[in-house]
């Protein structure tokens, strides 16, 4: 489970999904989400409340970029999930 908080400065996960749901929110008005890939080819994402938000406004398609191996090492603390990020449990 990855567990990530409503609150990020002055937004919420829960308000970027309503306002990407009713078309005032734009995917490309963020920064694309960075991504990278495990020796067992599995994708990992480094800004986990941008993807939630994108999947449960069922967005199709995420704005993304490969992160530099040195983004990844510095922020694997992010990647202590017990379920592979199968599930997501909003704070």
């Given amino acids: 489970m990855v567990q990530i908080f409503n609150q990020t400065g002055e937004y919420t996960v829960l308000g970027n999904i309503k306002a990407l749901k009713n ?6 008005d963020f920064p694309n989400i960075k991504i990278w890939q495990d020796q067992n080819g599995t994708l990992w994402t480094l800004d ?35 379920t592979g990020g199968n599930t997501i449990r909003l704070k």
Wanted: hydrophobic share 40%.
């Fill in 48 to 82: 986990h409340q941008r993807l939630a938000a994108y999947r449960l406004a069922g967005l199709k398609s995420v704005p993304f970029e490969w992160a530099a191996s040195k983004e990844v090492s510095s922020q694997m603390w992010k990647m202590t999930t017990t």
């Fill in 23 to 28: 078309g005032t929110l734009n995917p490309n």
